[in-house]
């Protein structure tokens, strides 16, 4: 018998903002685990924490189900029970919309009852016994499991009326090289897998290639076999994975299998900023979801995460016009900690008339790209795979840039090569250490230059192309002014002698005491009519461990002609390209802002606010109006109140009153050469601001 379907007044997707989810992942070999879980008592509990949606589980990661399956194993304690249209009827009453919860390949009963579908890493071991920890049975996508995923996908879609799925772990937890991935490597490619890694050996980028391939066939055969008996259901899959480095194998084909995007986050407020910019711009369906826990960490059950760091987490995804979901985990003998739901509601009660203020596209200046086939460090060359730890410079330079970003109150957007014929929505392109960037994301970066457009570019971008093959220079040298003369990953302690020409951007640094750069560098010549903004100035040498110039560190030495920092004119725009990636520099944090600043003047909008404030703006012409956000998350919560912020606004229409959102209190707004300012009298945590020009 099918559950009644959602209360009238809930719209799925679109305005379910506050989400929940009670992880279940409790085994049964106890006859005590769940015994107490009562159906009555969660659905009051997700009544308590003011949740419209709710994210639970039909099976877990133990791989056991909690309705009568004819495909899998029931869990035990409810033996004969369907505990799963239990739930979805006490939540459709209360109007609360209901995802089912399925694990993909983080299965243990499966992984018992099939040794055969286990995976198998480079030195032979089953199972991936290098995964998160040994309690967890993983499986591979690319053996029999993938029947057993299509058959109980089909029995509990056709079983329910829900309002969507969503599949968790569809990722890599490594790199496998069990039988059933090396016969479809040797029936598509060829051959033996590759057991080495090199970055630019067309061989093992194939191999990075296809099991992103495999990943994403894995993801949409799911997603197919659930649209076919659930054709008005919503589908996602975890997307967490995809700013994660290439051992998950998230990448392009996974997101096209999402309706929306949706992904659990554990960091501070940098890495919740990065992931929402990332997930907003790729998902095809808004709003996309951030997640995040009650507990302070998945492995410490009784954490928990205070007030005011609930509401700045909660606050953040506001800003960034993402819905919330929140995660809290089931005691084993099934008792919701009503004490996190209580906590969750009272938060959601103070900022829940703000999520109906949101929607649009988010307005940026700035575009940070980020390269889904660059997660990766070139330094792992000639490395066996074992022995590779998911190093990724191009996420952490592209965190790095957004930190800096963030803290200097530059707005921006991130993008992908989803977006490449959306790049002149933006004045400029940062394009940090792309280790692997193809022909068209080139073309596309030469025609955004050409035509009025700024870029900074780094170290390798654009050297090799997506199938590991280098080019003897880079596919952007035109743009960027530059050719190579050597390429090298590693560092290379040197110090950046500032030119004339480039004396505004590096403020107090001089010749003589030049900023010191630990970190790789480049060796490039200026092509005729380029810039040069820095140079190379060398330490002094070491011929050997007993002669040296200073015991505890490596004065600069010898002025070169190197160039650093090139700054090229093409077409109708400008180039820099940093042979030293300068977003790895914490010490040249406000050069490089200085630089990107200089590639922008007269920016969209500008803030005088403390660094712990980051600020977005979306428009929303149907309503007449552009939204301004500014949220405080500090490092110690709960935040300190922070007075006099001052915004200054260029928008192309005029603006006529600037209120606070929701109560719609009027700020005081002044006009001046084309700018609107407006002050913001005292921010605790969250500020919506409209600035209505209709």
């Given at each position: 018998?099918?559950a009644?379907?959602?209360?009238?007044?809930?719209?799925?997707?679109?305005?379910?903002?506050?989400?929940?989810?009670?992880?279940?992942?409790?085994?049964?070999?106890?006859?005590?685990?769940m015994?107490?879980?009562?159906?009555?008592?969660f659905?009051?509990?997700?009544?308590?924490?003011?949740?419209?949606?709710?994210?639970?589980?039909?099976?877990?990661?133990?791989?056991?189900?909690?309705?009568p399956?004819?495909?899998?194993?029931?869990?035990?304690?409810?033996?004969?029970?369907?505990?799963?249209?239990?739930?979805?009827?006490?939540?459709?009453?209360?109007?609360?919309?209901?995802?089912?919860?399925?694990?993909?390949?983080?299965?243990?009963?499966?992984?018992d009852?099939?040794p055969?579908?286990?995976?198998?890493?480079?030195?032979?071991?089953?199972?991936?016994?290098?995964?998160?920890?040994?309690?967890?049975?993983?499986?591979?996508?690319?053996?029999?499991?993938?029947?057993?995923?299509?058959?109980?996908?089909?029995?509990?879609?056709?079983?329910?009326?829900?309002?969507?799925?969503?599949?968790?772990?569809?990722?890599?937890?490594?790199?496998?090289y069990?039988?059933?991935?090396?016969?479809?490597?040797?029936?598509?490619?060829?051959?033996?897998?590759?057991?080495?890694?090199?970055?630019?050996?067309?061989?093992?980028?194939?191999?990075?290639?296809?099991?992103?391939?495999?990943?994403?066939?894995?993801?949409?055969?799911?997603?197919?076999t659930?649209?076919?008996?659930?054709?008005?259901?919503?589908?996602?899959?975890?997307?967490?994975?995809?700013?994660?480095?290439?051992?998950?194998?998230?990448?392009?084909?996974?997101?096209?299998?999402?309706?929306?995007?949706?992904?659990?986050?554990?960091?501070?407020?940098l890495?919740?900023?990065?992931?929402?910019?990332?997930?907003?711009?790729?998902?095809?369906?808004?709003?996309?979801?951030?997640?995040?826990?009650?507990?302070?960490?998945?492995?410490?059950?009784?954490?928990?995460?205070?007030?005011?760091?609930?509401?700045?987490?909660?606050?953040?995804?506001?800003?960034?016009?993402?819905?919330?979901?929140?995660?809290?985990?089931?005691?084993?003998?099934?008792?919701?900690?009503?004490?996190?739901?209580?906590?969750?509601?009272?938060?959601?009660?103070?900022?829940?008339?703000?999520?109906?203020?949101?929607?649009?596209?988010?307005?940026a200046?700035?575009?940070?790209?980020?390269?889904?086939?660059?997660?990766?460090?070139?330094?792992?060359?000639?490395?066996?795979?074992?022995?590779?730890?998911?190093?990724?410079?191009?996420?952490?330079?592209?965190?790095?840039?957004?930190?800096?970003?963030?803290?200097?109150?530059?707005?921006?957007?991130?993008?992908?090569?989803?977006?490449?014929?959306?790049?002149?929505?933006?004045r400029?392109?940062?394009?940090?250490q792309?280790?692997?960037?193809?022909?068209?994301?080139?073309?596309?970066?030469?025609?955004?230059?050409?035509?009025?457009?700024?870029?900074?570019?780094?170290?390798?971008?654009?050297?090799?192309?997506?199938?590991?093959?280098?080019?003897?220079?880079?596919?952007?040298?035109?743009?960027?002014?530059?050719?190579?003369?050597?390429?090298?990953?590693?560092p290379?302690?040197?110090?950046?002698?500032?030119?004339?020409?480039?004396?505004?951007?590096?403020?107090?640094?001089?010749?003589?005491?030049?900023?010191f750069?630990?970190?790789?560098?480049?060796?490039?010549?200026?092509?005729?009519?380029?810039?040069?903004?820095?140079?190379?100035?060398?330490?002094?040498?070491?011929?050997?461990?007993?002669?040296?110039?200073?015991?505890?560190?490596?004065?600069?030495?010898?002025?070169?002609?190197?160039?650093?920092?090139?700054?090229?004119?093409?077409?109708r725009?400008?180039?820099?390209?940093?042979?030293?990636?300068?977003?790895?520099?914490?010490?040249?944090?406000?050069?490089?802002?200085?630089?990107?600043?200089?590639?922008?003047?007269?920016?969209?909008?500008e803030?005088?606010?403390?660094?712990?404030?980051?600020?977005?703006?979306?428009?929303?012409?149907?309503?007449?109006?552009?939204?301004?956000a500014?949220?405080?998350?500090?490092?110690?919560?709960?935040?300190?109140?922070v007075?006099?912020?001052?915004?200054?606004?260029?928008?192309?229409?005029?603006?006529?009153?600037?209120?606070?959102?929701?109560?719609?209190?009027s700020?005081?707004?002044?006009?001046?050469?084309?700018?609107?300012?407006?002050?913001?009298?005292?921010?605790?945590?969250?500020?919506?601001?409209?600035?209505?020009?209709?």
């Amino acid at each position: 018998m099918r559950a009644p379907r959602a209360a009238p007044g809930v719209r799925w997707p679109d305005e379910t903002w506050r989400r929940t989810t009670v992880d279940m992942h409790i085994p049964d070999w106890d006859p005590a685990f769940m015994a107490k879980f009562d159906v009555e008592a969660f659905a009051a509990a997700l009544v308590q924490s003011r949740t419209q949606a709710v994210l639970c589980a039909a099976q877990s990661h133990t791989g056991l189900f909690y309705y009568p399956t004819k495909v899998g194993v029931q869990h035990q304690q409810f033996a004969g029970r369907d505990l799963v249209a239990e739930l979805i009827a006490a939540c459709h009453r209360r109007g609360i919309a209901f995802e089912l919860y399925l694990s993909l390949i983080f299965d243990r009963w499966a992984y018992d009852a099939h040794p055969e579908w286990r995976g198998q890493d480079a030195l032979g071991c089953t199972g991936f016994e290098f995964a998160p920890q040994p309690r967890y049975g993983v499986l591979c996508p690319n053996s029999g499991y993938r029947d057993y995923v299509r058959a109980w996908t089909r029995e509990v879609c056709a079983r329910y009326e829900f309002e969507g799925i969503f599949f968790d772990m569809t990722y890599w937890p490594g790199v496998c090289y069990c039988e059933h991935c090396q016969r479809r490597w040797a029936r598509e490619e060829g051959g033996e897998l590759p057991r080495t890694v090199d970055w630019m050996d067309p061989r093992w980028v194939a191999f990075q290639r296809r099991r992103e391939r495999w990943l994403g066939e894995f993801a949409t055969m799911a997603t197919r076999t659930a649209r076919r008996h659930r054709p008005r259901a919503t589908i996602s899959h975890q997307s967490s994975t995809l700013p994660s480095n290439w051992v998950k194998g998230a990448s392009h084909p996974l997101v096209p299998a999402c309706d929306f995007l949706s992904g659990d986050f554990y960091g501070g407020p940098l890495q919740g900023s990065f992931a929402r910019k990332l997930l907003g711009g790729l998902t095809r369906r808004r709003p996309f979801v951030f997640a995040t826990s009650y507990s302070s960490s998945l492995r410490d059950h009784t954490g928990r995460k205070s007030d005011a760091l609930l509401e700045s987490k909660v606050s953040a995804a506001i800003a960034d016009h993402s819905a919330f979901l929140f995660i809290d985990a089931i005691d084993p003998d099934g008792t919701i900690n009503t004490g996190a739901h209580a906590a969750i509601g009272r938060v959601h009660d103070r900022l829940k008339r703000c999520w109906p203020e949101l929607g649009g596209e988010r307005v940026a200046d700035v575009a940070l790209y980020y390269s889904l086939d660059s997660k990766f460090d070139p330094r792992d060359n000639g490395r066996p795979v074992q022995e590779v730890f998911e190093a990724d410079s191009h996420t952490a330079a592209a965190m790095n840039v957004a930190s800096a970003l963030i803290t200097a109150h530059v707005p921006f957007a991130i993008v992908t090569a989803q977006h490449l014929a959306e790049l002149d929505r933006h004045r400029v392109l940062i394009v940090p250490q792309a280790h692997h960037l193809s022909p068209r994301e080139a073309a596309a970066m030469r025609a955004f230059v050409r035509s009025g457009g700024a870029l900074y570019a780094s170290a390798g971008t654009s050297l090799v192309d997506p199938t590991g093959r280098r080019r003897d220079d880079f596919q952007l040298a035109d743009v960027l002014g530059v050719s190579l003369v050597r390429a090298d990953w590693n560092p290379r302690p040197h110090y950046l002698a500032p030119t004339a020409a480039g004396a505004a951007v590096f403020g107090d640094w001089t010749p003589d005491r030049p900023p010191f750069a630990p970190t790789l560098g480049f060796e490039v010549r200026a092509r005729p009519g380029a810039e040069i903004l820095a140079t190379t100035t060398r330490i002094w040498p070491t011929p050997d461990p007993t002669r040296y110039s200073s015991i505890h560190s490596n004065p600069p030495w010898e002025r070169t002609d190197l160039p650093e920092l090139v700054s090229h004119r093409f077409g109708r725009g400008r180039a820099v390209y940093a042979a030293t990636p300068l977003e790895d520099m914490p010490g040249l944090r406000d050069v490089f802002v200085r630089l990107i600043r200089s590639l922008a003047p007269a920016m969209t909008f500008e803030a005088k606010a403390p660094t712990a404030v980051e600020v977005t703006l979306f428009a929303q012409p149907a309503r007449r109006r552009h939204v301004l956000a500014l949220v405080n998350f500090q490092a110690e919560q709960p935040n300190l109140p922070v007075d006099g912020i001052e915004v200054r606004v260029r928008l192309p229409r005029r603006i006529r009153r600037a209120r606070l959102l929701p109560d719609g209190k009027s700020l005081s707004l002044r006009h001046a050469g084309g700018l609107a300012t407006l002050r913001l009298p005292r921010l605790h945590t969250l500020a919506l601001v409209a600035l209505e020009h209709g």
